[in-house]
């Protein structure tokens, strides 16, 4: 996913993640230097601090400390708070297709390492289990109990809801509007530099970094998951891809290739992409306007399905 955005806009860009992450920020014309960039000041450490408390990679994240605590209350930060609720939040709205309880599934199937850095793994008890009940998790303050056996992934929701805190801070520092990218995932809010709607582009996931289409949204977050991009060979030599089949625990096997949703957050954006892989076609894009959202598929003979709604943010 590419963006598009006016000349009068601050541009920041950063590694975050284990990806690119953007931001751009639209001021008041009056706006001094210095007051314009104490706006983006921060960005990157702010970015470290999420990431630290969220990823699998880090044995010492807060994820990976309740994984091991197998049952044990912890105590967690408060963003780790905001991400296990909307976890929860996610896996009701779609009756469990997204699950951030595969964990234990992803590294069976091979993805136990990151891919942009071989030497960060995931490391996972011996009690770890796919397939958790979120609903057994219990959260008392800041104390945190996961049902034992339960290890959560943050995958795509952790991009997604980092570019939704993000964006609302930037605002609170008092920028007119922003547009935050975190690994493709967009949160835009206030005031886009034409006056009216941000422009983002739809990649082709055949030939990127082509474009299958601009959208424009005034307020919002729009994800795409894609299973074209994280792909790796086993040591039997079959493919495999990191969406995962809450049914089957093994790599979703679908023909659509990106499926791409636009919500009113980017982190619900993420959640909502995921039963695109699972569910009859019709059956998904009938569903997603009652959600509140807009969808595009793409099939791997890069045929297009929208939502009905979809053509409004064309």
Same mark, same amino acid.
């Given at each position: ?27 008041? *014309? %009056?706006? +001094?230097?210095?007051? $314009? #960039? ?5 960005? =990157?450490?702010?970015? @470290?601090? !999420?990431? /630290? ?71 996972? *008890? %011996?009690? +770890?289990?796919?397939? $958790? #009940? ?5 959260? =008392?303050?800041?104390? @945190?109990? !996961?049902? /034992? ?166």
């Amino acid at each position: 996913m590419t963006v598009t955005v006016a000349a009068r806009t601050l541009e920041h860009e950063w590694t975050m993640m284990g990806g690119t992450a953007r931001a751009s920020v639209v001021v008041d *014309p %009056e706006t +001094a230097p210095p007051a $314009a #960039d104490a706006m983006v000041a921060g960005l =990157e450490s702010r970015g @470290v601090q !999420l990431e /630290r408390c969220w990823s699998r990679f880090i044995a010492d994240s807060d994820l990976s400390r309740l994984t091991d605590a197998a049952g044990s209350p912890v105590t967690v930060a408060a963003d780790t708070l905001t991400l296990l609720h909307a976890m929860l939040d996610g896996w009701r709205e779609t009756d469990h297709d997204f699950d951030p309880t595969l964990l234990p599934a992803v590294v069976a199937e091979g993805y136990g390492r990151s891919m942009l850095d071989p030497s960060r793994s995931t490391r996972l *008890p %011996e009690s +770890a289990r796919a397939r $958790a #009940d979120l609903e057994a998790m219990r959260i =008392e303050g800041e104390t @945190v109990t !996961l049902p /034992r056996g339960a290890a959560l992934d943050p995958g795509g929701i952790g991009k997604g809801l980092a570019a939704d805190l993000l964006c609302a801070e930037l605002l609170a520092r008092g920028a007119r509007g922003c547009l935050v990218e975190i690994g493709g995932d967009v949160r835009v809010a206030g005031a886009a530099p034409d006056g009216v709607a941000w422009r983002i582009a739809v990649e082709d996931p055949f030939a990127p970094p082509a474009v299958r289409g601009t959208i424009r949204l005034p307020d919002g977050g729009i994800a795409t998951s894609s299973q074209r991009k994280r792909r790796w060979m086993t040591d039997s030599g079959t493919e495999r891809h990191h969406l995962i089949d809450p049914a089957t625990q093994r790599s979703a096997i679908s023909s659509i290739q990106t499926v791409t949703v636009i919500a009113a957050t980017a982190a619900r954006a993420e959640v909502l992409t995921k039963p695109g892989f699972l569910r009859p076609i019709d059956d998904y894009l009938a569903w997603i306007p009652t959600r509140g959202a807009a969808a595009l598929l793409i099939d791997a003979d890069g045929v297009e399905r929208t939502t009905a709604n979809w053509s409004d943010y064309a």
